[in-house]
């Protein structure tokens, strides 16, 4: 745990910013972090992916703490502790392991740096007082900005395709960002980058949630549910979003095996053989067409040859990822994400819809999943009125877009200092008056 304000060393404060940024969007899956310092131009190769999460291998006994996980030989059994569970941290302890890892790998110099770091909409204030004291009590940063992470996306490059006319660290005027990550799936509608807060929604549903779904699927073949990370990499590699539900009902039908009164061929074209890796010869899993032969099936069950461990995936692909749009399939009383951001949109002056409507981003590891884009916009035109235009986009990597617009922001010092709280402030001041600052009540 942090250490509370009274036992904070007393040492002096430095005034005044540092010259290097370090950005820190810290989500429940993978730590996006990266250095960004005046004059050089940010891309995201700048960026690294770190697992947030301390993991115990059931095998090698070994323990491994964020970027460790790189030189895991062996994902099968693996025991994840995830520091942040629904968007927010409820493990400080773990949480303080990994940021020491990261800090130490990427060889900060803490007192002269920055620190941005994100959070999600509406955050606990016992949570953004945690922040505050891990990054300036136990830290020791120069300065702080701690935002919601959906508002950095309005600081990088636009997605539109059109020309991009703002200076080098302006943000985008309008932008509804739908962020659908691990925990989570949350709706940001962002002014001049600033999260309109009465908008903002979220949907239950994230990576995790597909990823559990799918386990549970598979385990009617073969006991998956000891093994998260391995279904990760299957939902990962081989599920999709469809484009309708028609077509939803469509391929239903092409996989479903009917009974012996009506005894029909599955479509070999939508199942798909996954090898499973034995991290020994194979290292990660991958995708092959399906082959129905008996051969193959000999071999599945290790008769005649090399045994190979393959699992059969077949409606699972499409099945998973739609209750993402229709969470009623697994008894959820919530609209999906179209519907979600309709309600987002109900809470914003009519004036503004088509704004919004126009420049829709979707960000997040699970809005990576193939026709993610093409059906969200699908459903939403579905559902609006045709007088309003609807444009969904997803930038180069949705993954690290919220990084890149804080490596740009941090290029524009003169916003910056508009931003950030110093430590010798948070010193003078304390955490009160730190939030607020934060919320844009302090300095009007």
């Not at 999260?195 to 949630?209: H, M, S, Y």
């Not at 990084?403 to 910056?416: F, I, M, S, V």
Request: contains cysteine; aromatic residues 8%.
């Amino acid at each position: 745990m942090a250490k509370t304000k009274s036992s904070a060393p007393a040492q002096p404060a430095p005034s005044g910013l540092g010259k290097t940024t370090l950005i820190f969007d810290n989500g429940a899956h993978t730590i996006k972090s990266g250095l960004s310092t005046p004059g050089t131009d940010p891309n995201l190769s700048d960026c690294h992916l770190i697992p947030n999460c301390i993991a115990r291998s059931q095998r090698d006994k070994l323990t491994y703490i964020g970027s460790d996980l790189d030189t895991c030989g062996d994902f099968g059994e693996l025991a994840i502790r995830r520091p942040v569970e629904k968007g927010f941290v409820v493990n400080w302890e773990s949480e303080k392991a990994v940021w020491e890892k990261t800090i130490s790998d990427l060889k900060v110099e803490v007192e002269g740096t920055n620190f941005l770091l994100t959070e999600q909409c509406h955050a606990p204030v016992a949570l953004q007082r945690m922040a505050d004291e891990m990054v300036f009590e136990e830290f020791g940063f120069g300065g702080l900005w701690r935002g919601v992470g959906a508002g950095l996306n309005a600081y990088a490059p636009s997605a539109f395709g059109e020309k991009d006319e703002r200076e080098f660290g302006a943000p985008l005027e309008c932008l509804m960002v739908v962020d659908s990550g691990h925990s989570q799936t949350s709706v940001t509608p962002l002014y001049h980058g600033r999260p309109i807060q009465v908008a903002c929604r979220r949907l239950e549903i994230g990576g995790k949630t597909l990823t559990n779904h799918l386990k549970d699927l598979l385990s009617r073949q073969m006991d998956m549910h000891r093994e998260e990370w391995i279904s990760q990499e299957i939902k990962e590699d081989t599920c999709y979003v469809v484009k309708d539900s028609t077509e939803f009902q469509a391929r239903l039908e092409r996989v479903w095996k009917g009974g012996q009164k009506d005894a029909r061929e599955i479509d070999a074209s939508i199942v798909v053989d996954y090898v499973l890796p034995d991290y020994e010869k194979l290292k990660r899993g991958f995708a092959r067409p399906h082959d129905p032969s008996k051969g193959a099936k000999l071999r599945r069950l290790g008769i005649g040859g090399e045994t190979e461990m393959v699992l059969p995936v077949g409606n699972e692909r499409f099945t998973v990822p739609e209750i993402l749009f229709t969470p009623s399939d697994i008894g959820m009383q919530q609209d999906g994400i179209a519907g979600t951001v309709l309600q987002s949109l109900e809470a914003i002056p009519k004036g503004l819809w088509q704004a919004f409507l126009a420049n829709i981003l979707v960000v997040g590891g699970t809005s990576k999943l193939p026709g993610f884009v093409e059906r969200l916009e699908a459903d939403l035109r579905s559902r609006i009125d045709d007088q309003f235009t609807v444009r969904v986009a997803a930038p180069e990597d949705p993954l690290k877009n919220a990084w890149l617009g804080g490596a740009r922001l941090a290029q524009n010092e003169d916003l910056l200092k508009s931003m950030v709280v110093t430590r010798a402030e948070y010193m003078e001041h304390g955490d009160g008056w730190t939030r607020r600052k934060f919320a844009g009540k302090v300095g009007k």
